[in-house]
C-alpha cells in the first residue's frame, strides 16, 4: 500500500500569508495527486487533480506542483475563508487510493 | 445543478448491517464512475468502495472486503453501500462521491454524508 505523510499536520497563520503544504509518497505517483479543503462539518471540495490542474471555480490563489513523492499545496495569500483543513489523496491503477493525514490551517 | 444526497446512516449494534444509499441528480449518473468515502469522527478521510458505470467493476478497501456490497441502479440515478458484520471501527460518516473523469479517481462532487453509528 502506499503511504501518504502530509506536513504540517497543523499550520497557523494570518490573512495574507503564504502558505505550503506538502504531502509526500511512500511510492511514485508520477501526478496522480488531488488536493481537498473540508471545513468543519461539510463536506470535502476538490481543489486541485492532476497535481498541478486547479479545479474549476476553484481560486487562483491555489496552486499545486510536484511529482513521483514530493507534493506541495501553495496558497499565494490566505484569505479569511480558507482556514480549514486540507488532504492530499492518491490513487493508482492497483486500486490502492489513500488520503493524507490532513493539515489544519487555524488561525495565527 | 450536480447533487448527491446521501440517506440510510444509524445506529446499529456491531456484527449488524446497515444500507447506505445515494441519491443523484443534475447529471448523466451512468456515465460516471461513483465511490463511497468514509470519515471516522474527528478522523481523516477513507475510501472505501467505487464502482464503474455499469456495475460490473467494483473496488474496496481491504479492511471491508467481504463485508461491503457497492451497487448501483442506473434506472433509479441511485448508488448503494450494504454494510454487514458490522464493527465499532465502520462507525463514520459515509461520503457518496463522484467521480471526476480525469486522469485516475478524484472526486469532484460529494453529498452532506449520513452519519453511521456501531455501537452496543
Known amino acids: 500500500d502506499i503511504q501518504m505523510t502530509q506536513s504540517p499536520s497543523t499550520l497557523s497563520a494570518s490573512v495574507g500569508d503564504r502558505v505550503t503544504i506538502t504531502c509526500r509518497a511512500s511510492q511514485s505517483l508520477s501526478t496522480s495527486l488531488a488536493w481537498y479543503q473540508q471545513k468543519p462539518g461539510k463536506a470535502p471540495k476538490l481543489l486541485i487533480y492532476?497535481?498541478?490542474t486547479l479545479e474549476t471555480g476553484v481560486p487562483s490563489r491555489f496552486s499545486g506542483s510536484g511529482s513521483g513523492t514530493e507534493f506541495t499545496l501553495t496558497i499565494s495569500s490566505l484569505q479569511p475563508d480558507d482556514f480549514a483543513t486540507y488532504y492530499c489523496?492518491?490513487?493508482?491503477?492497483?486500486?490502492?487510493?489513500?488520503f493524507g493525514g490532513g493539515t489544519k490551517v487555524e488561525i495565527k | 445543478e450536480v447533487q448527491v444526497v446521501e440517506s440510510g446512516g444509524g445506529l446499529v449494534q456491531p456484527g449488524g448491517s446497515l444500507r447506505v444509499s445515494c441519491a443523484a441528480s443534475?447529471?448523466?449518473?451512468?456515465?460516471?464512475?461513483m465511490n463511497w468515502v468514509r470519515q471516522a469522527p474527528g478522523k481523516g478521510l477513507e475510501w472505501v468502495a467505487s464502482v464503474n458505470q455499469d456495475g460490473s467493476e467494483k473496488y474496496y478497501v481491504d479492511s471491508v472486503k467481504g463485508r461491503f456490497t457497492v451497487s448501483r441502479d442506473n434506472a433509479k440515478n441511485s448508488l448503494h453501500l450494504q454494510m454487514n458484520s458490522l464493527r465499532v471501527e465502520d462507525t463514520g460518516v459515509y461520503y457518496c462521491?463522484?467521480?471526476?473523469?480525469?486522469?485516475?479517481?478524484?472526486?469532484?462532487?460529494w453529498g452532506q454524508g449520513t452519519l453511521a453509528t456501531v455501537s452496543s
Open positions: 492532476k497535481a498541478s
Open positions: 489523496q492518491q490513487f493508482n491503477n492497483n486500486w490502492d487510493l489513500t
Open positions: 443534475g447529471f448523466a449518473f451512468n456515465t460516471y464512475w
Open positions: 462521491a463522484r467521480d471526476h473523469r480525469a486522469a485516475g479517481l478524484f472526486f469532484d462532487s
